[in-house]
């Protein structure tokens, strides 16, 4: 019978850095270039733990527009920019929660 969350304390080698977090199964955390994934958590005290080693991105991002101030009722037209060193999957976002 698999349970749904686990505490796992990860720290460094001198225990200078100690780090508490809670897992899900499936889920994970980064610790800068490391990723802890849960694969299995079971009620006997089994947590079947995966590693990936990773760098991560460097990314730029900026939020362009036509100018500094707007009314309240003005519509805003804006661009944004992205650069990155590795290529990345992004999703579609609409402000107003439509996805059409």
Do not use: H, W
């Not at 009314?71 to 579609?92: A, V």
């Amino acid at each position: 019978m698999d349970t749904d969350s686990v505490n796992l304390t990860i720290s460094n080698k001198t225990q200078e850095t100690t780090k508490t977090d809670m897992y899900q199964k499936d889920g994970f955390v980064d610790y800068e270039n490391m990723r802890i994934i849960v694969r299995s958590i079971n009620m006997s005290g089994l947590v079947e733990l995966e590693f990936e080693k990773y760098n991560a991105p460097v990314i730029k991002a900026e939020i362009l527009t036509d100018k500094e101030e707007y009314f309240p009722d003005e519509n805003i037209t804006f661009m944004i920019n992205i650069e990155t060193d590795q290529i990345l999957k992004f999703c579609k976002y609409n402000p107003e929660g439509n996805d059409r």
